[in-house]
């Protein structure tokens, strides 16, 4: 499958030389005896790498309690398979916890890897894979994550990004095609006019638009984020129509990627490095050789035109007298007993179906006007709010950081969530401002589509090391979306209050709240 002129063996880096050696899919024929023997002695390359094609992930931050990545398409899961994920992580106690990701998806936290035969047969009694979620393949598929349900929608994105993961993991049972890629890919499906998962920044997105008269896809490629480079995606100048095209073609610009991309220097692999050496126009018709049929030219406009909505609130659906309740999580953050909550209120209150956002958060679709009422009265829509105050929390997004990913160069999580709740303690603002948070120059909190965007970095002060962050901003999603631009660098972390603060006042139009105006009974009260 990989060419061999441009893959010589002593050009190869160390990822390309151990995947040409035993490909990462192959451990799963392996997993009862890793099971069997403990991690500790498992082959390095198998437990640090290999593992990762399975969604298994060796944390050196937390030797022995792994994480798994799973798949969830559109980001869209049962009641019954939320249950399931509660019970894999609830037998692990304090240590199991789960993470909503910045790709609709969900990430477990405290895996044993004597318990991941058990758990696999678990998740695929339940319909679910985490197959191929990490290293050299296609991730997470998102897709409009109130396909299906908005008033608004254009096309409904469930079953296209159904049928393109089944396509690239054989059904969620692995697909040796696809597992020895140059790097990581991304793809997204957008199906409403608001570009509610980024489109820009994925290797492959497809995009809303009419060519003459039909509604389809325009199709833009090589968008991505990384420590050396960050691009948005660029115009394929093709218009696919909303059925099975969109599979084929996703396959045929795999097929060149995998066939053609650049693998010898791990930092310049990804799409936009092949699209950038061979030219538009002749990867355009390599394409078009995989697709095995000309490419319709693009549309002349996408319907891309809203500027981006985050879901959160209670909203009418398509269908008359169902509403759709997108609840706050705080960075995304959830316990067993959270999904165990979340499972339940889907099934009481909705269809028992619940839907993730690119922003970390959960959606409960298909609730009933008449029960309304009560659900907004659950004890759980106090803790993920429906109304979350315009700073805090609302529009605030986290990459994992320190506290389990060893490339962070600082902790993330909770010092967004204590700053964003300090600062809302001092400010007012009329609407959300979008904070991103990412430990490292990887992005994966996105900081680049951020109103502000921190990233992690170590900074000298006082003749110390500490940890700091450089500031993004401008970053704009929805219609006109383009990447925010670095504006301020080495900003220790001790000294982000105050810059975020004028930052908010400058540019945001926050207005710091009233003084404290009284004391009463010794509880003090402000002006709000
Ligand atoms: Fe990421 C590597 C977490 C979305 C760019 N990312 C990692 C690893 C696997 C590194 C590691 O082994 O520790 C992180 C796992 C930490 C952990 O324990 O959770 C990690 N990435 C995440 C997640 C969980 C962040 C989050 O808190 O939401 C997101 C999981 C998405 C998913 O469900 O699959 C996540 N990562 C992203 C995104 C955002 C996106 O896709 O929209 C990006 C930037 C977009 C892109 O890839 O073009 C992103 N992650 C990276 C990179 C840089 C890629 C590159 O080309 O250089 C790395 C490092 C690498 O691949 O070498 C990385
Ligand atoms: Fe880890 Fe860096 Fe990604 Fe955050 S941005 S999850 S610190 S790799």
Known sequence: MVSSSTKSEAKLNKFEKFKAEKDGLLVKGELEHFAKIGWEAVDDTDLTQRLKWL??????????????????????????????????IQRYGEDGSADITTRQNIQ?????????????????????????????????????PVAGIDADELIDTQGLVRQVQDMITGNGEGNLAFTNLPRKFNIAIEGGRDNSIHAEINDIAFIPAYREGVLGFNVVVGGF??????????????????DNSVV?????????????????????????????????????????????QPLLSAAPKDEMDW????????????????????????????????????????????????????????????????????????????????????????????????????FALVETKQRALALAHALDAELTLTQPVRIHWTGCPNSCGQPQVADIGLMGTKVRKDGKTVEGVDIFMGGKVGKEAHLGEKVQQGIPCDELHVVLRSLLIENFG???REAPSASRNGVVVTAD
């Open 510 to 512: 926050a207005q710091p």
């Open 248 to 292: 084929e073609l996703c396959r045929a610009i795999l097929e060149v990627y995998r066939d053609h991309g650049l693998r010898v220097n791990r930092q310049k692999a990804r799409l936009m490095w092949l699209i950038d050496e061979w030219g538009m126009d002749r990867f355009r018709a390599a394409v078009e050789v995989a697709y095995g």
């Open 307 to 406: 500027d981006k909505r985050d879901h959160i609130g209670v909203y009418p659906q398509k269908q008359v007298g169902l509403n759709y309740v997108g609840l706050h999580v705080p960075v995304g953050r959830l316990t067993a007993s959270d999904l165990f909550d979340l499972a339940r209120l889907a099934e009481v209150y909705g269809s028992g179906e619940l839907r993730l956002t690119v922003e970390q958060n959960v959606i409960i679709p298909n609730v009933p006007d008449s029960r309304l009422p009560v659900l907004l009265q659950e004890p759980l829509l106090e803790k993920f709010s429906i109304t979350p105050s315009a700073l805090t929390t609302r529009s605030l997004v986290s990459c994992t950081g320190s506290q389990f990913c060893n």
């Open 108 to 144: 477990l936290r405290g895996i044993r890897l004597e318990d991941v035969p058990d758990i696999f047969a678990k998740l695929e009694a339940a319909g679910m894979t985490s197959v191929q979620s990490g290293m050299d393949n296609v991730r997470n598929i998102t897709g409009s």
């Open 55 to 88: 969604g298994v992930f060796f944390r050196p931050v937390t030797p022995g309690k792994f994480m798994l990545r799973l798949r969830m398409p559109n980001g869209i899961l049962s009641s019954y398979k939320c249950r399931v994920l509660a019970e894999i």
């Open 225 to 242: 984020f990384s420590a050396r480079r960050c691009e948005a995606a660029i115009p394929l100048n093709a218009w696919v129509a909303p």
